[in-house]
């Protein structure tokens, strides 16, 4: 289990997919439903910004 969470593709896939259920997650308990709010008003875009984050967080740093 530890050769697969030092993978980096597994890692970067898991926190995309991760990222995206917690963007949907934030729409389908509390999004805007009137439709005002550009990201949470629609689940697919929530979604996409969610999994957006999980890449951003689980992109591999620089060592040092």
């Given at each position: 289990m530890k050769s697969l969470?030092?993978?980096?593709?597994?890692r970067i896939s898991f926190a995309i997919i991760a990222g995206s259920?917690?963007?949907?997650?934030?729409?389908?308990?509390?999004?805007?439903?009137s439709g005002t709010c550009?990201?949470?008003s629609t689940w697919y875009i929530s979604t996409i910004y969610g999994g957006v984050a999980g890449?951003?967080?689980?992109?591999?740093?620089?060592?040092?």
């Amino acid at each position: 289990m530890k050769s697969l969470l030092s993978n980096t593709k597994f890692r970067i896939s898991f926190a995309i997919i991760a990222g995206s259920a917690i963007g949907f997650a934030y729409y389908y308990f509390i999004g805007c439903y009137s439709g005002t709010c550009p990201i949470t008003s629609t689940w697919y875009i929530s979604t996409i910004y969610g999994g957006v984050a999980g890449l951003l967080i689980g992109l591999p740093s620089k060592k040092k």
